[in-house]
């Protein structure tokens, strides 16, 4: 290294000299001057020679069916392939049934488990669907036209920010307190429309109380409408940066339009603006001509709308070129460009602000990589198309000269007036032999290879595009007897494949984009409370809120895509509800399952078949709910009383018949014996008598029975005996019954005392 004198390098010196240098700050000459360079340079736009547009355009034109550009007819046909539309409008419901099917894309997730956190990113998710779906009544048709765009011209913008706007309401009253009225005019945002009348009669309340009452009050109410407004960028009048690749890294991003005198005025009123002085180019359309816009407009009235010469114009309705970008510029003079956020017309700066990030998403079906501008799916099929349109052509023409035919004709022997206008029994001239003077023209035969060649380009431009009848549902040859479930599944696959990675493209980069800069406009712009829909109904979010939810959360886009779509997820879901109470009978399971397991099980199946829970599903965790299941269970617990109470009553009284009955058979029993003794008593020899006391105190002291007893007698006791016998087998079978049957231990103990 060199090494001066002093001993230091001559780099070090340079440096140091450089940095001594003050560098100049930006002013606004400079400023609109960097502005307008960076337009030049920009691509897109109005670049009417860049490859880019022309491919737009011609897309403007397959779009429509419109034989013009490189679909100018040659010949007679001016008939155009449908190719290009059908392509438009297969894929782009294709990918808004898999987008916006749901009216819900954003999903943020917390860094963690804590229970704020998780509320948060709930309320984050519910407040941006609503903003994109609800609170834009044009939500979903914007979101949808931004995917088109994709589709036909490959690169497609949105833009989104924060707009004030207010509604006013009218009230009238005929009689209100002067309290109450004063109660009402304590809110900012009414005011008194008119003059007030007091009531010269009092009004008597039902109580007997009077009061004197304004009548004909009319109230002007003042309502924030206030919220992000998204805006579908057309594709010629976006610009950025040629050395850009995203729209983060662009060091230029521009968005062209038209503006009236009049709407300039209005939205920036507070400045001082010379609309005579804006200058001469940002007064006529010229400067925003694009031969893409061309094509979208009538050509009837081309000439006036390209060059705004309407001298009869009103001057507020003149329109002026607007250019609203975001450029890095060191304003301030400190060495680092800072980005910024300009609106200018002409050379008249209308706005100005310091911003964090450029609120514009970008959607791009097929990548180039490292460049911004990719192609689109109408770019991948053109060769086919405008393939098929020359055939088709080909093929009219054929037909139209078979059956209309070309003639030669000699002007010297026919007459040309007359041939041409033939009439029914006609006779045309001739100055000589009419052979000679008209010939007809035969037409080509058409070639046998035409329909094999129309059928081989279909072919092509499935294969370059992967829209297919099949992934359309259009394929009924798919569906032939023959064909399996794999085949047909297979077939179905290999095209929604192609289907969910341009969607997923989409997720990837504009669409999360998008949510992410919805909810940051929300954040530093929200003054009032707002209303928002919630899967429980609607619910207030307040500015402080909203400003204190957790910046460091995850995103996911609730898109209908492969194993995590909703119409999966729900199968997966329904298949757990089987699994649940299995797990719920495991020890170690009920630990971590309880209803809300369930709810939540619900709930989620619900939310992913694309319905609203709502309608079907209570929360478990309101109040409501824990009231209602309050009353359930007090309900069912006195079922069960009156259920055990009446179970009671009838053992009481089955027990009680059995008790009667066992009652009726000793008596029956006890009768029998006491028959028998009389019999025994009542013989008839007196000398016998004694011989049957003699046996009747046997029996029942359990002795044997003497041998001196009669055969007579005997014969008498041993029926007594049998029938004793039996008597206790009886007694046996019953008190066995009843203890099978559930009878009190008392009860049997009864029974066995009464001797059975």
Avoid at 646 to 661: F, M, P, V
Wanted: aromatic share 6%; glycine share 6%.
């Amino acid at each position: 290294m060199y090494k001066t004198q002093y001993g230091v390098s001559k780099k070090l010196i340079t440096e140091r000299a450089r940095m001594k240098k003050k560098i100049e700050k930006i002013d606004d000459d400079q400023l609109i001057q960097s502005i307008d360079r960076h337009m030049r340079n920009a691509s897109g736009g109005n670049t009417n020679s860049s490859d880019v547009s022309k491919r737009r355009e011609n897309a403007v034109y397959e779009m429509s069916l419109e034989p013009q550009g490189d679909l100018k007819p040659q010949g007679v046909s001016s008939i155009v392939s449908s190719d290009s539309a059908e392509i438009a409008e297969g894929y782009t419901a294709l990918l808004t049934k898999l987008l916006l099917d749901n009216n819900k894309l954003a999903l943020f997730t917390p860094y963690s488990n804590e229970m704020a956190a998780v509320k948060a990113s709930q309320v984050a998710s519910d407040v941006v669907n609503y903003c994109l779906f609800n609170s834009n009544p044009d939500g979903w048709s914007k979101l949808s036209t931004w995917i088109k765009s994709a589709v036909v011209f490959g690169n497609s913008a949105l833009t989104w920010g924060w707009e004030e706007h207010y509604d006013y309401i009218v009230e009238e009253y005929e009689q209100i307190e002067e309290g109450v009225l004063d109660q009402i005019l304590a809110d900012p945002n009414v005011e008194i429309v008119g003059d007030l009348q007091i009531g010269t009669e009092p009004v008597v309340n039902e109580d007997g109380t009077s009061y004197y009452a304004y009548v004909d009050v009319r109230l002007r109410r003042k309502v924030d409408k206030s919220g992000v407004k998204l805006s579908t960028i057309p594709p010629e009048s976006f610009l950025i940066d040629r050395a850009a690749s995203s729209v983060t890294d662009a060091t230029f991003v521009g968005i062209v339009s038209e503006m009236t005198r009049s709407d300039i005025r209005r939205t920036w009123s507070d400045l001082d603006i010379d609309l005579d002085e804006i200058g001469e180019e940002a007064t006529t359309r010229a400067s925003s001509f694009s031969y893409e816009a061309f094509a979208r407009k009538d050509s009837a009235g081309i000439q006036n709308w390209l060059t705004n010469s309407d001298d009869d114009e009103e001057e507020a309705n003149i329109s002026i070129t607007v250019v609203e970008c975001w450029i890095r510029s060191d304003r301030d003079g400190d060495g680092i460009a800072e980005l910024k956020h300009v609106i200018k017309a002409g050379d008249t700066i209308l706005e100005e602000d310091d911003v964090a990030y450029v609120p514009v998403a970008v959607l791009n079906p097929i990548e180039i990589p490292h460049e911004f501008y990719g192609l689109s799916l109408l770019d991948m099929a053109r060769p086919q198309t405008q393939a098929t349109t020359a055939i088709l052509r080909g093929f009219v023409e054929n037909v139209y000269f078979g059956n209309y035919g070309r003639t030669l004709a000699d002007p010297n022997v026919v007459d040309f007036q007359a041939l041409q206008n033939p009439v029914p029994k006609q006779i045309i001239p001739t100055n000589g032999n009419p052979a000679a003077a008209v010939q007809q023209l035969q037409p080509e035969p058409m070639s046998t290879g035409t329909a094999g060649m129309l059928e081989f380009l279909g072919l092509q431009k499935e294969q370059s595009t992967g829209l297919s009848k099949t992934a359309m549902g259009l394929n009924d040859t798919l569906y032939v007897s023959g064909n399996s479930e794999q085949k047909m599944a297979g077939a179905q696959n290999a095209a929604q494949i192609r289907v969910e990675h341009i969607a997923r493209r989409f997720v990837e980069t504009g669409i999360k984009d998008l949510c992410r800069g919805v909810l940051r406009e929300m954040k530093n712009n929200l003054k009032n409370p707002t209303m928002y829909k919630t899967d429980k109904g609607y619910a207030s979010l307040s500015p402080q809120e909203l400003q204190t939810m957790p910046g460091n959360m995850d995103l996911e886009i609730q898109a209908n895509i492969g194993e995590n779509s909703n119409s999966s997820l729900a199968e997966k879901l329904i298949q757990l509800t089987q699994l649940l109470p299995q797990m719920a009978q495991s020890e170690t399971s009920q630990a971590y399952i309880n209803p809300m397991s369930s709810y939540n099980l619900a709930l989620d199946i619900v939310k992913n078949m694309g319905m609203d829970p709502t309608r079907f599903l209570n929360d478990p965790a309101t109040q409501e709910f824990q009231q209602a299941q309050q009353e359930a269970s007090q309900k069912k617990q006195q079922k069960n009383e009156m259920e055990e109470q009446a179970t009671q009553a009838s053992i009481q009284l089955d027990l009680a018949t059995k008790e009667a009955n066992v009652s009726l058979i000793k008596a029956e029993a006890d009768n029998k014996k006491i028959d028998n003794k009389r019999q025994l008593l009542s013989a008839n020899d007196d000398s016998n008598r004694e011989w049957a006391e003699l046996a009747i105190k046997a029996q029942d002291k359990g002795a044997q029975i003497p041998q001196k007893i009669p055969a007579d007698f005997l014969s008498l006791y041993q029926d007594t005996e049998e029938q004793e016998q039996m008597e206790a087998e009886q007694q046996a079978q019953q008190e066995q019954m009843m203890q099978q049957q559930g009878m009190p231990n008392a009860q049997q103990d009864n029974a066995n005392s009464a001797g059975y």
